[in-house]
């Protein structure tokens, strides 16, 4: 699941062009009216049905894909909708599905994956179950509480690691580990069309809010320089909520220069004196509607870990994470 607004400590990798690079408010795209239940083709080998599901986190509804002609896989199912999963079976009419793909186990993406497994008997395939269900997890990071809804019923008939493969009838999808939003995020490249499947990892019209404990801001930079450093690879990313993003490279370079902006407020706000999380959003998304206050705020939470971390802010290690006081080291 998505939402708005993160950081950087870290500076974005050069450029490897001259020109100026747009900031990431120039690039944000908001224009995406989705036909709700109608499988849509986006490309060659790519259909996209969406969910009626949308919010304000998840935008115009979680879209999801089929790739192939008449063998194919679906990436991102979708939620626990049986609207949205007899429209899906509506567009697989007389097509096998043979692999059902999954980027990650938030509530808008995985839990279609068991009644699509048991009308097609496709196998399901993901990086592996919920994160948050491993005992101890989050023990390094204080009381952080899980706010994003998880799949924890999620169990893969198969799992998927990095560079681990997915070969269909014409079609590859070759999987990425991009952790970051959660811990099991994946990425899965269709080279035969230049694209890029990007679940919450990248999206259009918004940036990814990284949620702790099972969100984490330093996993999310790597994960993006990863993209960054694939080029010209990628002609196309398909994020799983909002439209396509057709200067890939570029975007994912203007998301690491927002994180890493993003960071240089928070130690503005710190400069000014010990603050805590409240405040500093207050002071950071003049601009952010309200209803996303509790996501930025998690936002801002996972970049104070991430300097915490590096040794460049400190809080009272007895205080709730969301609520403590923070200051410069």
Not at 251 to 261: C, E, G, M, S, T
Not at 263 to 272: E, G, H, P, S, W
Request: one cysteine or more; proline letters at 9%; charged letters at 20%.
């Amino acid at each position: 699941m998505p939402a708005r607004d993160d950081l950087s400590s870290n500076p974005p990798a050069p450029s490897q062009h001259s020109e100026p690079q747009p900031s990431l408010e120039e690039l944000l795209d908001t224009r995406h009216d989705p036909a709700y239940g109608e499988a849509v083709q986006v490309a060659r080998l790519v259909q996209r049905v969406t969910a009626a599901n949308a919010s304000p986190f998840t935008f115009a509804g979680t879209g999801t894909y089929i790739v192939g002609g008449r063998r194919v896989a679906v990436i991102d199912p979708g939620p626990d909708d049986a609207g949205h999963t007899e429209a899906l079976l509506r567009a697989l009419e007389g097509r096998t599905v043979t692999h059902i793909c999954i980027t990650h186990t938030h509530s808008d993406h995985s839990p279609a994956s068991r009644a699509l497994a048991e009308a097609t008997g496709a196998p399901v395939l993901g990086f592996g179950p919920h994160p948050a269900a491993d005992a101890g997890r989050d023990s390094a990071r204080g009381s952080a509480v899980q706010e994003e809804p998880g799949d924890w019923d999620f169990a893969p008939d198969g799992v998927l690691g990095h560079g681990d493969v997915v070969a269909g009838d014409g079609w590859t999808l070759e999987c990425l580990h991009t952790p970051g939003h959660i811990s099991n995020h994946l990425c899965f490249a269709l080279p035969e069309e230049r694209a890029l499947f990007t679940g919450d990892h990248v999206m259009g019209w918004s940036s990814t809010i990284i949620p702790p404990p099972d969100g984490n801001l330093g996993d999310y930079l790597r994960s993006l320089e990863l993209l960054v450093a694939r080029g010209d690879r990628d002609g196309v990313y398909w994020p799983t909520h909002g439209p396509a993003i057709t200067a890939p490279n570029r975007y994912a370079r203007a998301l690491l220069a927002h994180r890493h902006r993003r960071t240089d407020q928070i130690l503005a706000c710190l400069r000014d004196g010990p603050s805590t999380i409240p405040a500093m959003v207050a002071r950071m998304y003049t601009t952010t509607p309200e209803v996303l206050h509790p996501a930025a705020a998690l936002s801002v939470l996972a970049h104070l870990i991430h300097l915490a971390e590096e040794g460049k802010v400190t809080r009272d290690p007895t205080a709730d994470m969301r609520a403590a006081t923070y200051a410069l080291a």
